[in-house]
């Protein structure tokens, strides 16, 4: 399979912003057929790509155009609904995150991707963000010694209301946001996750999320998120065995604190620290992320080799969302503040959740 | 009384460099007695002042100057020891941090303290630091809001082995370095503590101490410390029940994120925030805190009135000090692993610790 | 006209890595030819669009494609004779920086322009970058009052040789480097240029090279630019009538410094900035300006309307550009030292030459 | 001479803020007397230390006192005519900056400390600030390479009317503020002062001031300063003939950029700079230079060694101060916009100008 063909479901702001334009400057990826509720939003393909078919029909598409894949930008329902049939055709299927609404529906998706033998991906945009990579090469290096401690912090200003019909604020935060940053988590934390330990705190329709994950490794992650900040924003610190700590600031700015660091004028001396940013020009979608998410679940189709985003690299992820979930609901339902020695809401991970990390 | 006359206690390098200088630049205080265990550094007095008298006994120095109060930086043994001795003269007393080993050593020099009538004060200087005053001031205001979270990040490379004849290198990391941020997280948290967590990594001779805190305001706390990191530094941000943050980094420069921020030429617009930093001529020791936490002493002095960092103000630190290291010691001794569903050891705070915030 | 035909020429690395992802993604435009005189590159089109003809003559795209426009990346010889046979036939021309070597080509290449009547673009992108539209809704706000002063400081590590075939590494510099804040500092200049000051260093083979301006406007440029850099990078800071001062930092960050500002929780006190930042995700051509200029090239074509980086909007650019290298090849050929009152070389701006600012 | 005796003159805010404090902690410097013209304020000293003479007559107090040197913060007609007295006592003599109005005063000033054999010094604390000696420090290594350019920006927001009696708001500025960075400018700059280029330009009451400077050395300077701008702040950047560009911003943080850099971990990669702080403790008057100023006079006094500061170190700074002031007049008289090719006013250095670097 040299050319890649797609078929696009969704083609709203996501997918026109960020997917879409990535799609059109990736070498050898054809975009065949676009499908959409709206087929007058369907047809918009044609201002970029002229022989295109558009369709409002998911089974339609699939059933006409010879998809190698589908790529996604829907609400969750319509992900885990459309994945089972693309995938139950042999379609490879990428779909937005988040790929369902829970951890039972994940396993369910991730049985059938099993099943039809298909590669499976989800747009975590983050994991694959060019400093993102650049932390992982430094974090695996020997001079920067073993992950002790990951310090997340995820600021946001919505949702305030839930979203795709749930019932629950928190679920929607959880699912549209905090997975990209718990998915993080496990990632940089590696081994098998041993404890999960959360706490929700509300302020009118504004949610705060604390979050403290122990690892196999020793490793362990704070993360502090929710919807009671101005505007988006992000940054991380991880902290290493040879007193090193890396710090990324809003996908932009990396800062490297370690003992001995200086310039060749001056030596090493205290407070020197390294600091990278990147070039005035730099354009694309590689630094956000979503080049990066798509080239490598395309290189998986092409050597159909697995995806460190794939359907079941979220596993731990969902645990993670269900322990927040599940703790605060029993706190929601205790009479409050007798109790209170329970701050955080904690729990042994189950015995089976394991995986790889990036 | 007008002019305080005070005797100083140990000479060495925190004196030197930074108390002893407030001490001289500061009106209406005068140096009437220099106590050091070795004579020789205490005559080193005489090159800032000649008509002071020197002394290698405190009771000596006691008997003989009258003295309204003692400025001492000593080993905490000998603040403790040293404080009871004046304390039981009506001396008011200052000590470095901290004052004693633990929290049964505290609250007997409370008692103390209560019975002479006496002021007290310890060397919280992060607590009077010029920044940290702009943040109460700003956390006060009707427009931030209530302080939902803080999260404190406090970087230290010491030390690495148990101080003053101590057998706990935990223990010695808490009383010299994390006093200072429990303390403010106490302060800015406000109301009754309610709830300790804490978790402590260790590799080689350095730690990471992790603590959670829950207030009876509603309040938060998530602090990061350790002695894992290359060189002293020290971050926080609190999030109110308003949308805003505040961040301070590094006792230097404020930012603060707010929903509604531009310039006048650009009215409000997103990812607009706003940022302070100190002159670039900011002499002296205000914004470190040193002068701030003398002068407010003497005021109290002179006003037998209460001190915002008096022996009793240190209550909850104490506490959560005492927390921390007892988790720790159970868990060093559980059969680890199996049961790792405690990642974080917690602990109802006991009902009578409560405080009054700065 | 609603779909625009273009046809591209040189598929090397500029085109590739800015124009191309930009076009490929922009609504309503088509790539119908590509032509590089290697004609493997011109094939590599077909990794992206399939229904391409390719070429590796110019001629041959001219007469067998019904083009719109034609966009070129190629050595500024290459624009400027293909730019003069594609406006000959009445296609618009749309050239990679620089289109020309001199003054003398470029007034060529306007008066072939005029009667062709077609419209001309120069891919100025750092005039169309996100945060510099920014910075012209800034200075031209009542609030921000007139623009006195701009300072630019661009610096760069290339080119220590000579490009193109020429023989003077500065005028190399100045023709891909310089060009776009020398034409930066005449867009917010305004008005008039009135006066040209230069002065270039050497060491080794690399430059440096300051330069004055001043407008009618009343403003003043300082542009420090030069190849004795580790890395490119561009900063700018501007300076108005009423004490503000923004400045914009690798065209990632802006602050502005203000008599008044704070915020909502400190009201207006000494030493507030304003600070904006992309947001994480920032994706894309718009911040860095690629997608800015092709966007307002074609819909210059579409209007037949003025293009802010036309041909002739370079014209005081190569007016200080000329300049520059006059005075430097003088300088060069004086017995230097004993003359060095004039450390800048001055000129008079020629009487003609005036521009619209942007 | 072990003790110092000092006389201090002018007990206003600039003493009390900065220079007593600085004396107060100072080894083996003891204030025995002070004078100023408000008796009131002079009385304020015994806030600190007990046993001084306190008086309203300068003479008195040459009389009186045996002092070893004098330390001025007055209105420079002040430090003119008290350092004649004092220097014809044959004592040493500190002043603030400035120490007189103009060149020629500066001139008989010298004369004067010749004849009289003492120390002089000038309260340039810009030059002796911490960081400022570290970039001393990193640009006399081999590694950094010679000196290129310096550019200086030094903002203001006063003052907007002439001081002291002056008829003039411009002499005014460079003699309160832009002193300093003139001074820097000579310092870094090194060797001999050989041409110097001016421009002035007003709105309202403020001023913007540009400067370029070349030197025997090869360096050049450019310079902006005024007080068109909403607070004092000040940075600098110092390029090497080894492509090396080390920055200094606010006196607070330096950041070296250089051609090969990175961490430990990621080895040398572009884009990466070393950046240096001060720590969160950073206490008293050794960053912002107050300290060095002081300490290295006393050490001059002490040695009878000659002093970085002294009267004579100003001259080439007092010539930049008229060649600014005369070639701005000058201009002020020409019938102005017709011959605006003289932008810059420059000058050729007089013959007789040199100075050693710090």
Known sequence: ??????????????????????????????IVAVCDSDLARAAQIHHFISDVAI??????????????CVVMACPPQAHRDLSLKAMARGVHVFVEKPPCFNLVE??????????????????????????????????????????VHIQLNHYASKPTAPLWGL????????????????????TFGGGKL??????????????LVSLELEFSTGATVSLLSGTLFPYF??????????????????????????PEHGTSATGTAKRWRGAWQPGPLDSGYERSGYFGELERFFDAVRNRSS????????????????????????????????????????????????????
């Open 1 to 30: 399979m040299n050319v890649i063909k797609v078929g696009i479901v969704g083609l709203g702001a996501q997918m026109q912003e960020n997917l879409l334009p990535t799609l059109l400057q990736m070498p050898d990826i054809r």
């Open 55 to 68: 369709t409002d029909d998911f089974d339609d598409m699939l059933d006409t155009a010879a998809l190698d």
């Open 106 to 147: 994940l396993q369910h998706l991730i049985e059938a991707s099993r099943q039809a033998n298909v590669v499976t991906g989800v747009g975590m945009n983050f994991k694959f963000a060019k400093p993102m990579r650049q932390l992982r090469d430094i974090t695996r290096t020997e001079q920067f010694g073993k992950v």
């Open 167 to 186: 019932d629950s604020t928190l679920r929607s935060f959880l699912l549209a946001q905090a997975i990209h940053t718990i998915d993080l988590g496990v």
């Open 194 to 207: 041993q404890s999960i330990e959360s706490r929700v705190q509300r302020h009118d329709d504004s949610l």
């Open 233 to 258: 924003e992000f940054d991380m610190k991880i902290v290493s065995s040879k007193s090193m700590m890396v710090e990324l600031n809003n996908l932009w700015n990396i800062t490297m604190h370690e």
């Open 307 to 358: 995806y460190d985003a794939s359907f079941e690299s979220l596993l731990p992820t969902f645990e993670v969302i269900e322990q927040i979930c599940q703790a605060d609901s029993q706190r929601e339902l205790a009479p409050a503040r007798t109790l209170r020695t329970d701050g955080f809401a904690k729990s042994k991970a189950p015995a089976g959740v394991s995986f790889n990390a990036l």
